[in-house]
């Protein structure tokens, strides 16, 4: 039995046994299942997690541009929801992005990885910048079904490098116009940069000194205070020091440095900046000074006569050797107080001689004053005053000579004469009485004789000591940095300096007695006057501005000081004149005068510019209301207004004629853009000439010098030829009898030096344009009027006043500059300086569409204008052709109406020029609303910032005003067909 169920049991227990092996197989595979899934789960989580915590923006696509995934991030950054995106394509790429994200998502699905700074939208309407990292995911199989993209919000980042940029530009354009040399200097004390001042002083440039460190212009005895200067400055501190520096040529310089330090935000040095003040001149200003006070000190020290100097009050500031020696006190005693030496009986006169010494009389006054110890001087005097720099009144200087020997001589002699009339007189006295009195007379006589020739021994000395006093004066005389020159009573060249001669040119050899004729004929009325009232008078000339001829023939500006001098009886003698050459300071002078004229000139017509430009806009809205009804009114023809059509013609013609006014005024304001395109100026004058040569008549011959290697520019060749046209029909204008017309071209560069008579003008390349005529031109007065809107010369009914304003503005709308050149019977030229582009400019927008018959349409319209006659007008066309109108006069009336009825409405007409909220914040609002809304913007303005700003912001056109209805349903039309 156990063999037969051994055996008939045998394949089923080994089959048993195989099912029990796959069971557990089973099951362990189960078990690494569940473990997988987990696992799965698990990582899921995490990459959710991460995902989530993610400070950046996260979103996923799939191959359909549908949104998979949001994170957190990207909901507080956007502002949209999660269930606002997912599932959905939600477009929020603004329109200058979407060619370049297109392409980014093409290379994605292609494979690749992307990285790179964009723009996008917030649901609120705002715009960021962002970095976006783009790449693909693949399913197991390695197919690519979807994109992940991570945004990164670099808008605070953009808006501190931009705003770092401009502090940087800013701070080098002041460095830059600084008039003092600066250098700024690395962390290790490597120049990396110099300000044009610091090359103007040390000859040296930027690309010579970049790198190197500041040793290389120290000199070697100026090595150590610059090392600690340069220790104390990386320390922190703000140093000052006077030094010395090496010039590129070997010239040292006196100079004084300021330096200081630039940190960075984390505190640490990032360079050191060192502002250099040349003191070379300053030094020897002050060592000539005080050379010059030196040897005045010594020539008053050497005078034998006593001599003070007082100040404006009376004070005390200087005494000589002379003077203590004679009276007995010293500086010291006297410095900053008035001497009280005057007795009481010479007051009255010492305060006269002190009147007419400060009213500029030199006085000569014998009088008496007392010594420290008590003694009465007589002695004579001298005053005169002396100025300060501002010419102002410092002190007067007073010379005494003791007289009291003389005075006592006089007395004596005077005391026996009339002894000797009283012994003559007496006839009864005896005669040896006589005889002994005669004797002794005579011996007194010969004591007196005696005493006389010990006083002319005395003279003769001060003699000598006045030669050697005067060689003192000659010497001070030629030092003089002024030109001087000293004449005699009848106008003779007694005296000059060597400083005459450097300034005129001629010596003292050739003008020695013979009078001077330097003296334009212009100022000789004048001249002659001053001399009279210097020598006949005794006025002094001080600071007078007039003109003198040199030797060579140049005519110099010069400021004039004159003053009569008097021999040593006190009779007038001759002149003195001093003379300063101010040329340079007049001239400089004169270009401030007139650079500022232009500068004044220029903002007038800026100004005048701005105010036209108000006027036309006016003028803009008028008469697109009156050219509407006209169009409406030519089309009414079921109305019975056949008839009147030629009337009506007429009256759209005109309607015409005041917008071409209108644009005038706006060419001359800069407010219509030209369409500028690359083009050759001579071909475009040789196409003009052409037609101006049937129209010019005949008696006047036109003339062409065109320059053969014309360079190109960027311009707008329809409105150079109404520029052509207009200075043209000027110059015939002005040659009713015939003349000579002329039309020039040429290449001009314009350098900084040049550039500076031009203030309009920066330095670069330019194409010179100009039209003369042999006219009658134009006065002074008339000229600086003549770009003016509605000024003009012609008779009334001969000319608009617009056509050198609307030259001005398209030359000035070219980013060119116009002058004019004219005088009375001289004929006038305009020359016209056109800019020359870098590289090639790409037209300014596509050519206006070929015009089409009016199209018909369904749509809703919401109109919006501040004018009520031109939302009535457009509202009456528009539904003429089928479609159906909103109207609002402002933009907060047009977003109201677009948040109730946004869904259906098709299109948008929106002014720009409304008040309130105005048409550029209605425009970014709806936008907001829905940012697929189509938006039509009409202004009278072609070139306002404003159209740009909203062509970024999604307008989809641009109409300008006064427009044609037809135009502006074609317009309509062409808009609403375009896919959303």
Same mark, same amino acid.
């Given at each position: 039995? %156990?063999?037969?169920?051994?055996?008939?049991?045998?394949?089923?227990?080994?089959?048993?046994?195989?099912?029990?092996?796959?069971?557990?197989?089973?099951?362990?595979?189960?078990?690494?299942?569940?473990?997988?899934?987990?696992?799965?789960?698990?990582?899921?989580?995490?990459?959710?997690?991460?995902?989530?915590?993610?400070?950046?923006?996260?979103?996923?696509?799939?191959?359909?541009?549908?949104?998979?995934?949001?994170?957190?991030?990207?909901?507080?950054?956007?502002?949209?929801?999660?269930?606002?995106?997912?599932?959905? /394509?939600?477009?929020?790429?603004?329109?200058?992005?979407?060619?370049?994200?297109?392409?980014?998502?093409?290379?994605?699905?292609?494979?690749?990885?992307?990285?790179?700074?964009?723009?996008?939208?917030?649901?609120?309407?705002?715009?960021?910048?962002?970095?976006?990292?783009?790449?693909?995911?693949?399913?197991?199989?390695?197919?690519?079904?979807?994109?992940?993209?991570?945004?990164?919000?670099? +808008?605070?980042?953009?808006?501190?490098?931009?705003?770092?940029?401009?502090?940087?530009?800013?701070?080098?354009?002041?460095?830059?116009?600084?008039?003092?040399?600066?250098?700024?200097?690395?962390?290790?004390?490597?120049?990396?940069?110099?300000?044009?001042?610091?090359?103007?002083?040390?000859?040296?440039?930027?690309?010579?000194?970049?790198?190197?460190?500041?040793?290389?212009?120290?000199?070697?005895?100026?090595?150590?205070?610059?090392?600690?200067?340069?220790? /104390?400055?990386?320390?922190?501190?703000?140093?000052?020091?006077?030094?010395?520096?090496?010039?590129?040529?070997?010239?040292?310089?006196?100079?004084?440095?300021?330096?200081?330090?630039?940190?960075?935000?984390?505190?640490?040095?990032?360079?050191?900046?060192?502002?250099?003040?040349?003191?070379?001149?300053?030094?020897?200003?002050?060592?000539?000074?005080?050379?010059?006070?030196?040897?005045?000190?010594?020539?008053?020290?050497?005078?034998?006569?006593? #001599?003070?100097?007082?100040?404006?009050?009376?004070?005390?500031?200087?005494?000589?050797?002379?003077?203590?020696?004679?009276?007995?006190?010293?500086?010291?005693?006297?410095?900053?107080?008035?001497?009280?030496?005057?007795?009481?009986?010479?007051?009255?006169?010492?305060?006269?001689?002190?009147?007419?010494?400060?009213?500029?009389?030199?006085?000569?006054?014998?009088?008496?004053?007392?010594?420290?110890?008590?003694?009465?001087?007589?002695?004579?005097?001298?005053?005169? #005053?002396?100025?300060?720099?501002?010419?102002?009144?410092?002190?007067?200087?007073?010379?005494?000579?003791?007289?009291?020997?003389?005075?006592?001589?006089?007395?004596?002699?005077?005391?026996?004469?009339?002894?000797?009339?009283?012994?003559?007189?007496?006839?009864?006295?005896?005669?040896?009485?006589?005889?002994?009195?005669?004797?002794?007379?005579?011996?007194?006589?010969?004591?007196?004789?005696?005493?006389?020739?010990?006083?002319?021994?005395?003279?003769?000395?001060?003699?000598?000591?006045?030669?050697?006093?005067?060689?003192?004066?000659?010497?001070?005389?030629?030092?003089?940095?002024?030109?001087?020159?000293?004449?005699?009573?009848?106008?003779?060249?007694?005296?000059?300096?060597?400083?005459?001669?450097?300034?005129?040119?001629?010596?003292?050899?050739?003008?020695?007695?013979?009078?001077?004729?330097?003296?334009?004929?212009?100022?000789?009325?004048?001249? /002659?006057?001053?001399?009279?009232?210097?020598?006949?008078?005794?006025?002094?000339?001080?600071?007078?501005?007039?003109?003198?001829?040199?030797?060579?023939?140049?005519?110099?500006?010069?400021?004039?000081?004159?003053?009569?001098?008097?021999?040593?009886?006190?009779?007038?003698?001759?002149?003195?004149?001093?003379?300063?050459?101010?040329?340079?300071?007049?001239?400089?002078?004169?270009?401030?005068?007139?650079?500022?004229?232009?500068?004044?000139?220029?903002? %007038?017509?800026?100004?005048?510019?701005?105010?036209?430009?108000?006027?036309?806009?006016?003028?803009?809205?008028?008469?697109?209301?009156?050219?509407?009804?006209?169009?409406?009114?030519?089309?009414?023809?079921?109305?019975?207004?056949?008839?009147?059509?030629?009337?009506?013609?007429?009256?759209? /013609?005109?309607?015409?004629?005041?917008?071409?006014?209108?644009?005038?005024?706006?060419?001359?304001?800069? %407010?219509?853009?030209?369409?500028?395109?690359?083009?050759?100026?001579?071909?475009?004058?040789?196409?003009?000439?052409?037609?101006?040569?049937?129209?010019?008549?005949?008696?006047?011959?036109?003339? +062409?010098?065109?320059?053969?290697?014309?360079?190109?520019?960027?311009?707008?060749?329809?409105?150079?030829?109404?520029?052509?046209?207009?200075?043209?029909?000027?110059?015939?204008?002005?040659?009713?009898?015939?003349?000579?017309?002329?039309?020039?071209?040429?290449?001009?560069?314009?350098?900084?030096?040049?550039?500076?008579?031009?203030?309009?003008?920066?330095?670069?390349?330019?194409?010179?344009?100009?039209?003369?005529?042999?006219?009658?031109?134009?006065?002074?007065?008339?000229?600086?009027?003549?770009?003016?809107?509605?000024?003009?010369? %012609?008779?009334?009914?001969?000319?608009?006043?617009?056509?050198?304003?609307?030259?001005?503005?398209?030359?000035?709308?070219?980013?060119?500059?116009?002058?004019?050149?004219?005088?009375?019977?001289?004929?006038?030229?305009?020359?016209?300086?056109?800019?020359?582009?870098?590289?090639?400019?790409?037209?300014?927008?596509?050519?206006?569409?070929?015009?089409?018959?009016?199209?018909?349409?369904?749509? +809703?319209?919401?109109?919006?204008?501040?004018?009520?006659?031109?939302?009535?007008?457009?509202?009456?066309?528009?539904?003429?052709?089928?479609?159906?109108?909103?109207?609002?006069?402002?933009?907060?009336?047009?977003?109201?109406?677009?948040?109730?009825?946004?869904?259906?409405?098709?299109?948008?007409?929106?002014?720009?020029?409304?008040?309130?909220?105005?048409?550029?914040?209605?425009?970014?609002?709806?936008?907001?609303?829905?940012?697929?809304?189509?938006?039509?913007?009409?202004?009278?303005?072609?070139?306002?910032?404003?159209?740009?700003?909203?062509?970024?912001?999604?307008?989809?056109?641009?109409?300008?005003?006064?427009?044609?209805?037809?135009?502006?349903?074609?317009?309509?039309?062409?808009?609403?067909?375009?896919?959303?």
């Amino acid at each position: 039995m %156990k063999q037969e169920g051994s055996t008939s049991g045998g394949p089923f227990l080994e089959e048993l046994e195989r099912l029990r092996r796959e069971l557990a197989q089973a099951r362990e595979a189960a078990a690494r299942q569940r473990q997988t899934e987990e696992a799965l789960r698990d990582s899921e989580a995490r990459y959710r997690l991460l995902f989530e915590s993610s400070p950046d923006a996260m979103v996923l696509y799939d191959s359909e541009g549908r949104v998979l995934y949001v994170n957190q991030a990207f909901v507080d950054t956007y502002g949209w929801s999660r269930e606002e995106w997912l599932g959905r /394509r939600v477009d929020f790429v603004p329109s200058a992005e979407r060619e370049k994200t297109t392409q980014v998502i093409a290379n994605t699905l292609d494979g690749r990885k992307s990285e790179f700074e964009t723009r996008r939208l917030t649901k609120d309407g705002r715009r960021l910048d962002v970095l976006l990292t783009v790449a693909p995911f693949n399913d197991p199989r390695g197919e690519i079904t979807g994109i992940y993209v991570i945004h990164r919000d670099i +808008t605070a980042k953009k808006r501190a490098e931009a705003a770092l940029a401009e502090s940087e530009a800013r701070y080098r354009q002041l460095l830059d116009a600084s008039p003092n040399p600066i250098a700024v200097y690395d962390r290790q004390g490597r120049v990396n940069y110099l300000n044009p001042a610091f090359e103007q002083l040390y000859g040296w440039s930027l690309e010579e000194l970049r790198g190197r460190r500041i040793e290389n212009f120290v000199p070697p005895d100026q090595a150590g205070l610059t090392a600690q200067a340069w220790e /104390r400055t990386l320390a922190g501190e703000k140093v000052s020091l006077e030094t010395k520096r090496l010039t590129k040529d070997g010239r040292i310089l006196d100079v004084l440095l300021q330096t200081s330090i630039v940190q960075g935000g984390d505190g640490q040095l990032l360079a050191s900046i060192v502002t250099h003040q040349d003191l070379t001149e300053h030094k020897r200003a002050e060592a000539a000074l005080v050379e010059s006070q030196r040897r005045y000190r010594q020539l008053l020290d050497a005078s034998p006569d006593p #001599i003070t100097v007082y100040d404006h009050q009376g004070k005390v500031t200087y005494i000589n050797p002379a003077f203590q020696q004679a009276f007995g006190w010293s500086l010291e005693e006297l410095a900053g107080r008035g001497i009280d030496f005057v007795p009481l009986h010479e007051q009255e006169r010492t305060r006269d001689a002190v009147l007419r010494t400060l009213e500029g009389e030199n006085v000569l006054l014998e009088s008496q004053r007392l010594t420290k110890d008590g003694r009465l001087l007589d002695i004579q005097l001298k005053t005169a #005053i002396f100025t300060g720099p501002d010419g102002q009144l410092a002190g007067d200087i007073v010379i005494y000579r003791d007289i009291s020997e003389r005075k006592k001589a006089e007395e004596e002699l005077k005391r026996h004469r009339d002894h000797l009339e009283e012994l003559v007189a007496d006839g009864t006295q005896e005669l040896r009485q006589a005889n002994q009195k005669l004797r002794q007379e005579i011996a007194e006589h010969r004591r007196t004789s005696q005493a006389l020739r010990a006083a002319e021994a005395s003279y003769r000395l001060l003699y000598e000591e006045s030669r050697r006093v005067g060689a003192l004066y000659r010497s001070l005389f030629n030092s003089s940095a002024d030109a001087i020159i000293v004449y005699d009573l009848e106008g003779r060249v007694q005296f000059l300096n060597q400083a005459f001669t450097q300034v005129f040119g001629w010596t003292q050899e050739e003008l020695a007695g013979r009078s001077l004729g330097f003296v334009p004929e212009a100022e000789a009325e004048t001249t /002659r006057q001053r001399v009279r009232e210097v020598v006949d008078l005794g006025q002094a000339q001080r600071g007078v501005q007039t003109r003198r001829y040199t030797k060579d023939g140049r005519l110099l500006e010069v400021e004039i000081s004159a003053s009569r001098f008097e021999d040593h009886l006190d009779r007038p003698a001759g002149m003195v004149v001093i003379i300063r050459d101010t040329t340079e300071r007049v001239r400089a002078q004169q270009e401030k005068e007139r650079l500022e004229g232009q500068l004044s000139q220029a903002l %007038k017509m800026e100004a005048v510019g701005v105010l036209a430009s108000g006027i036309a806009h006016d003028f803009n809205n008028i008469l697109q209301v009156v050219s509407g009804y006209l169009q409406l009114m030519m089309m009414a023809k079921e109305r019975g207004l056949d008839h009147f059509l030629p009337q009506l013609r007429q009256m759209d /013609r005109l309607v015409n004629r005041g917008a071409e006014l209108v644009r005038g005024l706006l060419t001359f304001g800069r %407010k219509v853009r030209p369409r500028l395109a690359p083009l050759s100026l001579n071909q475009v004058i040789g196409q003009i000439v052409a037609v101006l040569r049937r129209t010019i008549p005949p008696m006047i011959s036109m003339e +062409t010098r065109l320059a053969p290697d014309l360079w190109e520019i960027a311009g707008d060749a329809n409105q150079l030829e109404h520029l052509l046209v207009n200075l043209a029909g000027n110059a015939r204008d002005a040659m009713p009898q015939g003349g000579r017309l002329l039309i020039e071209t040429g290449n001009q560069s314009w350098d900084e030096l040049s550039a500076k008579n031009h203030p309009e003008m920066t330095p670069g390349d330019y194409v010179l344009f100009r039209v003369s005529d042999s006219g009658q031109g134009m006065d002074q007065a008339i000229l600086p009027h003549i770009f003016e809107p509605f000024f003009t010369t %012609k008779e009334v009914g001969q000319g608009t006043g617009l056509g050198l304003s609307t030259v001005y503005g398209i030359v000035k709308g070219h980013g060119g500059y116009i002058s004019c050149y004219s005088s009375p019977a001289q004929g006038t030229s305009f020359s016209i300086y056109l800019p020359v582009p870098a590289a090639p400019r790409a037209l300014a927008g596509d050519a206006p569409p070929a015009p089409q018959a009016a199209p018909m349409g369904r749509e +809703t319209i919401l109109l919006v204008d501040d004018e009520p006659a031109i939302v009535e007008v457009a509202r009456e066309m528009l539904e003429r052709h089928g479609y159906r109108v909103l109207e609002a006069t402002s933009g907060e009336q047009a977003l109201e109406a677009y948040a109730q009825d946004g869904p259906g409405v098709d299109l948008v007409i929106l002014d720009l020029g409304m008040p309130g909220m105005g048409g550029q914040r209605a425009l970014e609002e709806i936008m907001a609303l829905n940012p697929r809304a189509k938006v039509i913007v009409a202004s009278g303005y072609t070139d306002n910032p404003q159209i740009e700003r909203c062509r970024a912001s999604g307008a989809a056109e641009f109409i300008a005003k006064p427009y044609r209805l037809l135009d502006m349903l074609q317009t309509v039309r062409q808009v609403l067909d375009r896919p959303a």
